[in-house]
């Protein structure tokens, strides 16, 4: 069987080969661990536009729809009780439990931005994102400061020795 792109598993303490996760004629790729590492969301295109769905890890071969309407970059909650994933310019949450298997109780509309169509990242406070706005919009920047408590400390000495 021809397959597209696939996900696989490779385990640091193995032979250093990687084992098959998910492989199928459809592209199946980005694939998100949930904070307990029972689950697996990823992309795939087998519907014929790209979703994302949840399988158990390790694999059963059973894959669980998230999505309806379309979505890409699935990323878990810290708590596993919620999967973020992008929708066009919409960021989307659906509620999940995965007490004794899994189950989407709900999707939702988080908000809609001109957020660059890549991925973005869940803080660990559950309730902030980062994610990167176009270049062309010059309302946003990020600022990037390393060692701040050095800088402040050598700004300070620059005004305390005038």
Excluded: C, K
Aim: charged letters at 25%.
């Amino acid at each position: 069987m021809a397959t597209g792109e696939d996900i696989s598993v490779l385990s640091l303490g193995g032979d250093g080969q990687p084992e098959p996760f998910l492989n199928s004629e459809h592209n199946e790729r980005m694939p998100a661990p949930s904070p307990d590492g029972r689950w697996v969301a990823f992309v795939s295109d087998e519907s014929g536009r790209n979703e994302v769905y949840v399988s158990p890890y390790p694999a059963s071969g059973a894959r669980m729809p998230v999505s309806r309407a379309g979505g890409m970059h699935p990323a878990w909650a810290p708590s596993g009780r919620e999967l973020f994933y992008r929708n066009g310019d919409s960021l989307m949450v659906a509620q999940v439990n995965t007490g004794s298997g899994f189950r989407v109780m709900s999707r939702d509309l988080l908000f809609r931005d001109d957020f660059v169509r890549a991925g973005f990242d869940v803080h660990p406070d559950g309730n902030t994102f980062l994610m990167t706005r176009r270049e062309e919009d010059p309302r946003y920047e990020m600022v990037i400061v390393f060692n701040w408590f050095e800088e402040v400390r050598r700004r300070m000495a620059e005004l305390g020795g005038r």
